[in-house]
């Protein structure tokens, strides 16, 4: 037996080896997939930023001009002629138009935008400058947007397949007297879409992948032709047209599409959600990013899938072998050690080994704690990161040091969230705020765990992160998504959920709020005078001075050209109109004053009062937009009430 021991011993010392390395296996696998998740979901949720501010763009520029043209009575005049004409007139009305609006779809067609027609009421085509020889056939069937647009007569924009077209459709009612005469359509291809973000994520391949049954159910054999099946879904068909116009580096796209057709995306794709997948290709990492397009239905029309070389994931994946490595010499050196130690001393030395060269080899900060909140360990990166010395940390208290609860520093230590979820045994993922020594405030991604031995916690392990970068890309986007750049105004979006917002709380607490509609008198004339600079130069005098004249509850916005909208929370019609007559009297008495020009200009401002029966804004800015008609129709520079 006394022979045996040494045997026996040896033994478990290499089986103690072995389980020590397959734990720090899958403890640095889970750990780069957490890493590697981290990032594609936070790459996915830029992607779907960037997509969306791309499609509000568009939007923004439809709505633009739409409202252009409702200012051009004889086109409107012509268009209801033809619409309510038949036989040969028909036709001479809508050549007529035709050739009137040609110019402007020349400029539409620079902006990318090739598709543009009329329908009328029924959902026929009226007129197709993209295809001028063809109209009169029926849409409604194959067309959700006019069947919503028939239902509901408000401007709509969204994903749609047709006969012969794939694209985003922006949708704007023509009415005449409160009934729809018809409806105006444009249109934007995916390879134009594909190019804006292009610009916006450069050195990503975007794909288009499209359900299959509604393409076969709609589109005729000649567009079917152009796509090829997913080899990832045979639910989808694949649309790579814009690549071939793309000035991106070429990517191996079959070889990346074979990794994820080894992936069962199934569930994935049926859900309609976004997401983001890593994929690895002769040693290189590439994320996949799915990004979902939905129909103006509510269905899941496609995804758009980014493809974009990602030098992080290939760093995170090498770090994972680099680890493994260094951890197998780790144990290799551990295992000498126990045969010479006491398998105590052994275990402590084990474990400051193990934490030392994880926790040294990482950029992230990693601090250890007991569960009374004493420093058991803190890395470099983590006195780099919040410029404390390693003596501070281990001294004080790390928790009243380091973390801010923004307003909420009276809670304890077992209070904060960080490590009360370890000392309950669970893992704790969020973001939050870290106080440097100078006191500013570090915006990070932490991670902590609890450290178990022998089925007792014995302290929180914490991980954290600089997410400075992504914080500050977050508000530029944001930003980019609400401000008017040439003002720096709100831009219509923004305005409209702010009197959403503000009529929702002028109907709860029953106070009055204003809200006008803001035009130059003869804006047009400036640009042709001065030059396009000079009227944006005009634009921007009047967003300062109207700024300086306002409380800081007001809000001014730009909804587009030359348009301006103001709303005035807890004001009523009396305090309105002086601050209307204000605005108005200002710029008239200071012209936009440039090197060598002066610019006078004037103003007309149509005036509402918020409705507690109005449903939704709509209605104020139709009674405001009523009123600044009112005020042209007067002699303009003046201000009149509705």
Known sequence: ?????????????????????????????????????????????????????????????????????????????????????????????????????????????????????????????YLRFHAPGIHGD?????????????AQHVPRYGFEVGRLFIGFRFLHPLIDQGELIGSMETAVSFQQVSQSLSDLAPGQAFLFLLQRKTVEDISFNELRRQLRPAIISDDFLLDDRN?????????????????????????????????????????????????P?????????????????????????WEFYSSLGISLLAILLLGWLLLSLHQQRQ?????????????????EGIYVLDPSGHTLYINAATCRLTGFNAEKLYSGNIHQLLHSHEG????SFKQCPIFSAALQGQTYE?????????????????????????????????????????????????????????????NRRAFIERLHKEQRLSQRLQHESALMMIDFDHFKQINDQYGHQAGDDVLQHFAHMATGCLRETDLLGRLGGEEFALLLPGTDLEGALHLAERIRACLEQHPTRTEDLQIPMTLSIGLTLLHNDDRDTS????????????AKSRGRNRVETA
């Open 430 to 490: 969020g973001d939050e705020l870290f106080r440097t020594r100078t006191g500013d405030l570090l915006p990070v991604v932490v991670t902590s765990r609890p450290m178990i031995e022998n089925g007792s916690i014995t302290g929180v392990v914490t991980v954290f992160r600089d997410i400075s970068e992504r914080k500050e890309n977050e508000r530029k986007l944001e930003l980019l998504a609400t401000t008017d750049p040439l003002t720096g105004l709100c």
């Open 619 to 630: 209605a104020a800015l139709s009674r405001a937009d009523k009123a600044l008609y009112q």
């Open 293 to 317: 397009i939905h129909s103006f239905d509510g269905s899941l029309g496609g995804y758009i899938l980014a493809l974009h070389p990602e030098p992080l994931l290939t760093s995170i994946q």
């Open 138 to 150: 029926n849409l409604l069937p194959v067309r959700p947007s006019l069947q919503q647009m028939q």
């Open 1 to 125: 037996m006394s022979k045996e021991s040494p045997k026996i011993r040896r033994i478990s010392y290499i089986l103690v080896l072995a389980g020590l390395f397959l734990g720090m296996a899958l403890f640095l696998n889970a750990n780069r997939k957490d890493k590697e998740q981290l990032y594609l979901n936070n790459t996915v949720t830029l992607l779907s930023t960037i997509y969306h501010a791309s499609l509000d763009r568009y939007a923004l520029a439809m709505d633009t001009f739409y409202t252009g043209l409702l200012r051009r009575p004889e086109l409107l005049t012509l268009l209801q002629a033809g619409i309510h004409s038949d036989g040969m007139e028909r036709l001479i009305l809508r050549e007529t138009l035709y050739q009137q609006l040609l110019p402007d779809y020349h400029d539409l067609q620079s902006r990318g935008i090739h598709q543009w027609q009329f329908h009328l009421a029924d959902g026929s085509s």
């Open 408 to 411: 909420k520093d009276e809670l």
């Open 347 to 363: 275990r402590v030395l084990q474990q400051k080994l193990r934490l030392d060269a994880i926790g040294q080899a990482v950029g």
């Open 243 to 291: 690549l071939a116009l793309s000035d991106n580096a070429p990517l191996p796209l079959d070889a990346l599409l074979d990794q994820l057709a080894r992936d069962d995306l199934s569930s994935k794709l049926a859900a309609g959600r976004h997401f983001a997948l890593a994929i690895y290709h002769q040693s290189l990492g590439y994320s996949a990013s799915f990004i």
